[in-house]
Nanobody, 123 residues
Framework: VQLQASGGGLVQAGGSLRLSCAAS????????MGWFRQAPGEERKIVAG????????YYEDSVKGRFTISRDNAKNTVYLQMNSLKPEDTAVYFC?????????????????WGQGTLVTVSS
């Protein structure tokens, strides 16, 4: 699976962005998908994840109620809608794909990665 993330940019605090991650290959629908972010000098951490069925999601505490992960298996795409953005959301965001029956919250649980897209939130 090859992943291509897009949609990052510069936004003011309180604004919104929608990230997209387009996947190649016909097996996208069998993969759990995750969005991670990495700020300078920090480890890569999960932001949100979604089960291959779309029936279960995970959110890191700091984004609950602000971010929404979704997927469209017909379009081989996973999305991250980010609302009420804060300066501390500034990071490079990565999408990733993993097999399995549960959503992994560790980067080590993911097999395929996109190239990252930069989100900058100004105060």
């Amino acid at each position: 699976v090859q992943l291509q993330a897009s949609g990052g940019g510069l936004v003011q605090a309180g604004g919104s962005l929608r990230l997209s991650c387009a996947a190649s290959g016909r097996t996208f629908s069998t993969y759990n998908m995750g969005w991670f972010r990495q700020a300078p000098g920090e480890e890569r951490k999960i932001v949100a994840g979604i089960l291959w069925t779309g029936g279960s999601t995970y959110y890191e505490d700091s984004v609950k109620g602000r971010f929404t992960i979704s997927r469209d298996n017909a379009k081989n795409t996973v999305y991250l809608q980010m609302n009420s953005l804060k300066p501390e959301d500034t990071a490079v965001y990565f999408c990733a794909a993993a097999g399995g029956v549960v959503i992994s919250t560790s980067p080590r649980g993911y097999d395929y990665w996109g190239q990252g897209t930069l989100v900058t939130v100004s105060s």
